[in-house]
């Protein structure tokens, strides 16, 4: 009997995990705010130059309202653009 208690005592890890365990969350809470941080920044933009077009426009300025707006869409294709580029340079690398 006292060889089966030396073997069960050695099964027993040595040492607290608890670390390894809480690095996990701390990863996991930076990508998501850095998924926060991306919508933040993606959204203030449209929602900036809708307000500025709408300012524009209630004051009269058409063209430059209009201008502001195909301003926007140029900037808007280009980061989509942009994003899908990124996305198929994080995908390829896998």
Do not use: F
Request: hydrophobic fraction near 45%; proline fraction near 1%.
């Amino acid at each position: 009997m006292a060889g089966n208690e030396e073997v069960l005592m050695k099964r027993v890890p040595m040492g607290n995990r608890d670390g390894g365990v809480m690095m996990e969350y701390v990863i996991l809470a930076v990508l998501i705010a850095a998924a926060v941080i991306g919508g933040v920044i993606v959204l203030s933009r449209s929602i900036g130059g809708g307000l500025i077009v709408a300012g524009e426009g209630a004051t009269l300025r058409e063209k430059t309202a209009k201008q502001t707006m195909d301003d926007s869409r140029v900037r808007r294709d280009d980061d989509a653009v942009q994003a899908k580029a990124d996305y198929d340079a994080m995908h390829e690398a896998q």
